[in-house]
């Protein structure tokens, strides 16, 4: 004889027939069917209200009343997304140490540790990323010559 933990007897998937699915999900296939509804509402409802206006300016890009000058093919520097791609994973990491947090005291000295374990290794990533210069947003300055030589000579 097996005791459950719960409000109701635990039922096998495979034992359920097809009316006790729908009674139990019927809620959620209702909110689906409302949503795809109101979307569909909405898109037919602005096509037949929505203004018709054409022009020179309509076809123009919205630049938050400025008028765009240059390429839209505007080249980026990879530094750019190097940097957001180190800030996707530093934001990955406080998730990870977020969820750590809530449940240090289910996890004990091993989590403690494996939490410790996790962030000297992401420190060790972040002073490689540092040293190597991917941190470094703009480039280096460099001295004028005669700079150079004045520092040596005194």
Known sequence: MSVTVGLAPSVEPMEQNV???????????????????????????????????????????????????????QRFSVKFYLVAMLFVIFDIEAVFLFAWAVALEDA?????????????ILLAGLIYDSRVGALDWAPKRRRPQGSQQMLRSH
């Open 19 to 73: 009316t006790e699915i729908v009674a139990e999900y019927w809620a959620i296939g209702l909110f689906v069917f409302a949503v795809l509804g109101l979307c569909g509402f909405m898109i037919v409802a602005s096509s037949l209200l929505g203004g018709r206006s054409e022009g020179r300016s309509k076809a123009l890009p919205f630049e938050s009343g400025i008028i765009g000058t240059g390429s839209a093919r």
């Open 108 to 120: 004990g000295w091993p989590g403690f540790w494996g939490a410790a374990i996790f962030i000297f």
